[in-house]
């Protein structure tokens, strides 16, 4: 729960930061089976509807044959329609599609392959999965009403409807916004909650629990955040998007505008007012007992934690981030145009432009940034500067267990990984983020040679594919510690690639 009273911040950079050894892992023995996804017909492909599956083990997409559309799910064809909009969608746990499409002016949705019911219109956009994957909810209009239908049955209609539907974390209740008449409301499992002038759709959260409602909405003039039936103080306006929860769930957070100034309010309690608060900036600490964000007065921006203001600079470039073990927290400040990170108030060596903000390692024992320094682009590890190089493209990253740093880096047209200071083999191309294994025994990426691609464990290139897809961060899925898997192409066939290390 979130504490009034100050993190204990050393004033010592080692204190906060140690050093550790690194041992590279060893090369693998790899096995690799490759069973068959899908054999595509380019001549009906359309492109930009390809899809993979949350678990990277399915591929969907629209096929288009003369006026005719259709979809295709692992191979299988669906359907046979005049158009297909906003789809095909997985469900979160891969078992489940979901697409709406039209036949002559009717319009409905697909759900596991099977027609749902015919509507007028159908908001392509607003069809959704709950988090469990068990329910589905869309919008529908017949006529001039707009109605919300969850799991095959159909709520009140409503003048309008505007946003997304959204599932509570435990996929046990449903909200959405409409409109009827002049006010606007919340719908909860059915039950309209209380009319407002407007509602600030970008602050709507269900709470962790997933017991209450949390909105912004517009009463009058004024502003006001809304938890469950309870509403808190109004002000001039509730900053967009900046309604945030504490990890334990138990505080909230966010900004609000009030006698021309920007206020961060926690639990209800109002820090000082400040020319700017950045709204995305209020960060809890993983232990929940700590809140930091960046505030400005006139042309000066400075990180405030629990309340206490740190330094002013002329900017804060990004962060704040806490350590994973919330005893550290850091920060990219600028000052002079020169640009530097500051640790626990201590500021580190000045550089040209530091872009992304410090990571910590998982142990919390490390930080790592890049910087630029005369055009040349490096990394810093523990206060301690790499080799330069003409671009550090990815990370810097930390295996799981925090004893080594890695990041990509390109020199004179040459793409490799770095780990802990030491260049792996150079590629044309790297792709997405490294994947580790659980317990960091094995690091794989997505890398290419000439025209073609390959899987790279420890260091070691794996076989050569037309394309490997890159979904999410890394595209390379490791369900094992000793085994990963991912999808891959050779000419128009797509497969499921899995490898074990043996």
């Not at 060893?26 to 993979?52: H, M, Q, W």
């Not at 009827?180 to 759709?201: N, P, R």
Request: aromatic share 14%; with cysteine.
């Amino acid at each position: 729960m979130f504490k009034k009273t100050l993190a204990l911040y050393s004033a010592i950079f080692p204190v906060c930061i140690f050093f550790t050894a690194c041992s590279k892992p060893p090369p693998p023995n790899r096995t690799v089976s490759e069973t068959l996804i899908d054999a595509i017909d380019f001549s009906t492909f359309a492109k930009k509807t390809f899809r993979i599956s949350p678990d990277s083990k399915h591929i969907a997409y629209v096929g288009v044959k003369g006026r005719k559309c259709f979809v295709v799910i692992d191979g299988t064809r669906q359907g046979d329609y005049d158009n297909i909009y906003g789809g095909p969608v997985f469900s979160p746990d891969s078992k489940r599609t979901a697409y709406a499409a039209r036949l002559k002016d009717k319009r409905f949705i697909v759900l596991d392959g099977e027609q749902q019911k015919h509507y007028d219109k159908i908001g392509y956009r607003s069809f959704t999965f709950s988090p469990d994957s068990r329910r589905f909810a869309y919008a529908a209009k017949e006529g001039n009403k707009w109605f919300i239908v969850i799991d095959g049955k159909e709520e009140n209609p409503y003048s309008l409807f505007k946003g997304t539907i959204f599932f509570s974390p435990d996929s046990k209740h449903v909200a959405y916004a409409a409109k009827q008449s002049d006010k606007w409301f919340w719908v909860l499992d059915g039950k309209e909650q209380k009319q407002y002038d407007a509602l600030g759709l970008r602050n709507f959260h269900f709470s962790p629990d997933s017991k209450n409602l949390v909105y912004s909405a517009k009463l009058g003039e004024k502003w006001l955040v809304v938890v469950g039936e309870k509403e808190q103080k109004q002000y001039d306006a509730i900053r967009a998007k900046s309604v945030t929860f504490s990890p334990d769930a138990t505080d909230l957070a966010y900004t609000a505008w009030t006698e021309g100034k920007l206020v961060a309010v926690i639990n209800g309690q109002e820090h000082n007012k400040y020319d700017k608060v950045k709204s995305r900036n209020l960060v809890f600490s993983p232990d929940s007992n700590q809140i930091a964000y960046i505030a400005a007065v006139g042309k000066k921006s400075q990180v405030v934690v629990n309340g206490q203001e740190h330094n002013q600079y002329d900017g804060i470039i990004n962060g704040p981030v806490f350590s994973p073990d919330s005893k550290c927290i850091a920060y990219t400040a600028m000052l002079d145009n020169k640009q530097f990170v500051v640790i626990d108030g201590n500021e580190q060596k000045r550089y040209d432009d530091i872009p992304h903000q410090p990571v910590f390692s998982p142990d919390s024992q490390r930080v790592a940034y890049k910087a630029s320094h005369q055009k040349d682009w490096l990394v810093v590890v523990d206060g301690q500067e790499s080799k330069k190089y003409d671009r550090i493209f990815k990370g810097p990253f930390f295996t799981p267990d925090g004893k080594c740093s890695v990041y990509a880096a390109r020199l004179r047209n040459k793409r490799f990984l770095v780990i802990d200071g030491k260049e792996e083999r150079k590629f044309d191309s790297i792709f997405k983020k490294p994947a580790f294994s659980p317990g960091g025994k094995h690091l794989a990426y997505v890398a290419t040679l000439g025209a073609k691609k390959s899987v790279v464990v420890n260091g070691v290139k794996g076989k050569d594919y037309d394309n490997i897809f890159v979904r999410g961060q890394t595209g390379i899925i490791f369900d094992s510690s000793d085994s990963l898997y991912y999808l891959a192409a050779k000419a128009n066939k797509v497969y499921l690639v899995e490898e074990r290390m043996n």
